[in-house]
């Protein structure tokens, strides 16, 4: 059975990002990342916590992972071609 490598958070509210962290459209995943935790610092919300996972080398392993660490909502991945893996994958 997979266990989440995070520690439990009751708190707040689990948010995926799944975006490409490496490989040829890792500065687009950097950005989008980047962006994501400017937008999460302008809003003050302290009852959120964003975990991005890098879907360069498989997306639906990072959607896996995701789901593993106990998050609810998933925003991503960045490549239409990916969304077919990570869904074909729930």
């Known amino acids: 059975t997979p266990t989440s490598t995070l520690p439990a958070d009751q708190q707040r509210h689990r948010v995926a990002l799944l975006v490409p962290m ?53 925003l991503g991945p960045l490549m239409g071609g990916d969304i077919a893996l990570v869904l074909a994958g729930s």
């Open 22 to 74: 490496t490989g040829s459209a890792a500065n687009a995943g950097q950005s989008i990342a980047n962006a994501t935790t400017m937008a999460l610092l302008d809003t003050n919300a302290s009852n959120l916590r964003i975990t991005t996972y890098d879907t360069a080398l498989s997306a639906r392993e990072a959607a896996r992972k995701a789901v593993t660490d106990g998050n609810r909502l998933i």
